[in-house]
């Protein structure tokens, strides 16, 4: 059974950093295309950042661009985003995702909440 498990979420002020990572069983994320959504309360989720499984071309949502990083190490078959100058506009509970598109993935994970405090 295909499980993406994400982690790294937690409490951090305003300007701070944290880094997420996503793992996969039975699934290699060098097949797919990744993304990461997050969901704020009371709002639907949105797309933050994802990379094309062809190419490893990056996208961003214009919120995070230049503060967030999407990679992937194929190696440990993990999936990560790296969140920097953190804004509590940015506290949600983010979602790694993969799929055959970026914007609408098939596979997701069960979210890691992320506090950004002001």
């Known amino acids: 059974q295909v499980q993406l498990v994400e982690s790294g979420g937690g409490l951090v002020q305003a300007g701070g950093s944290l880094k997420l990572s996503c793992a996969a069983s039975?699934?290699?994320?060098?097949?797919?295309?990744i993304s990461w959504f997050r969901q704020a309360p009371g709002k639907e989720r949105t797309f933050v950042a994802g990379?094309?499984?062809?190419?490893?071309?990056?996208y961003y949502a214009n919120s995070v661009k230049d503060r967030f990083t999407i990679s992937r190490d194929n190696a440990k078959n993990t999936i990560d985003l790296q969140m920097n100058t953190l804004k509590p506009e940015d506290t949600a509970v983010y979602y790694c995702?993969?799929?055959?598109?970026?914007?609408?993935?098939?596979?997701w994970g069960q979210g890691t909440q992320v506090t950004v405090s002001s």
């Open positions: 039975e699934l290699s994320f060098s097949t797919y295309g």
């Open positions: 990379m094309l499984r062809s190419t490893g071309e990056t």
């Open positions: 995702a993969a799929g055959r598109s970026i914007a609408t993935p098939q596979l």
